[in-house]
């Protein structure tokens, strides 16, 4: 995934002026930043489900993207979700689904709604969804929220075995404990991003207005 120059305006304010970011097959990206900051922002467009004001966005192979707000239907059943997104996906089986059920402890709410389900439990099965089609770019906007610990382990567990087929991951994160486990890390600072190398040289550039991106 390639995105170069993106910039995004919320009414009058700009989001994202001119975030560059490239994620080859294979590598693990962090995405750092303020709450309000643009990070989703910047996911939604690398997706394609907002469309950038300015820019280049480049995707290559299909697309998986775990958004921070759940796309369940509360009437339906774990179940029912996996059929109903192996039609929109085509797959001819659930098998890889039926495995990422067990790795992250959701295979005993089969048929349970999701609208009973907890809020860590309903965010298991918001991931799933995002990864059940195999997909060669993964986009997760802090998927593990509300995970209790052994499946937070078992998280960054699949993290490396995907990563490890191939797969390029950018992953938006908040927790500390976190930033070791990426290949790279970048900040995202006043609509524009800069790799963890670059952070102090980030406050300067911002402080002085040159605007140039870094990472």
């Known amino acids: 995934m390639i995105l170069r120059g993106v910039r995004k305006a919320r009414g009058r304010r700009l989001v994202l002026r001119g975030a560059s970011l490239t994620v080859p097959s294979g590598m693990l990206v962090g995405v750092v930043g303020e709450n309000g900051g643009g990070k989703s922002t910047l996911l939604r467009i690398a997706c394609g489900q907002l469309a950038p004001d300015g820019g280049e966005v480049r995707r290559t192979g299909a697309v998986g993207y775990c958004p921070q707000r759940l796309v369940l239907d509360d009437a339906l059943t774990v179940e029912q979700h996996l059929r109903y997104f192996q039609v929109a996906y085509q797959l001819p089986d659930l098998r890889w689904s039926e495995e990422l059920l067990e790795i992250l402890a959701l295979a005993g709410f089969r048929g349970e709604r999701a609208g009973v389900l907890s809020g860590g439990t309903r965010q298991k099965l918001n991931l799933v969804l995002a990864l059940m089609h195999d997909p060669d770019l993964l986009l997760l906007d802090e998927p593990y929220q509300g995970f ?35 290949d790279e890390v970048h900040y995202l600072r006043e609509g524009l991003l800069y790799d963890s190398s670059g952070v102090a040289e980030a406050a300067a550039t911002v402080a002085n207005g040159r605007g140039v991106v870094g990472g």
């Open 148 to 182: 209790d610990w052994e499946t937070y382990q078992r998280f960054w567990e699949l993290t490396v075995r995907l990563r490890e087929r191939g797969r390029a991951i950018v992953m938006v994160s908040h927790l500390a404990l976190d930033i070791g486990r990426f």
